[in-house]
């Protein structure tokens, strides 16, 4: 069974920085895209980044300058370096992966709050 397990959220100050990864475990041999969404309280879920097996990189406009993913595929684990934070960035940000058989894995979640 294939799990995604985040870590890295926390409060921070507006402009400041935070760290989040995502890292798989379970019987999977490679995953294609992987990625990060968010959801904010009241709010759809939305995605923030996504990243191919190849690395390239598609993000949200609210995002472009200041949030960077990035992945290991030797350890199945996508991260998201995240800049300049402000605090329409607060929400529960939520980690998922396609599998190369079809399947979709999501994390649990991890909370991020940006204090202004």
């Known amino acids: 069974q294939v799990q995604l397990v985040e870590s890295g959220g926390g409060l921070v100050q507006a402009g400041g920085f935070l760290r989040l990864s995502c890292a798989a475990s379970?019987?999977?041999?490679?995953?294609?895209?992987m990625g990060w969404y968010r959801q904010a309280p009241g709010e759809q879920r939305e995605l923030v980044a996504v990243i191919a097996s190849g690395g390239a990189a598609n993000y949200a406009d609210s995002v472009k300058g200041r949030f960077t993913i990035s992945r290991d595929n030797a350890k199945n684990t996508v991260y998201l370096q995240m800049n300049s934070l402000k605090p329409e960035d607060t929400a529960v940000y939520y980690c998922k992966a396609n599998s190369a058989d079809g399947r979709v894995y999501w994390g649990q979640g991890t909370q991020v709050t940006v204090s202004s």
């Open positions: 379970g019987s999977i041999f490679r995953f294609n895209a």
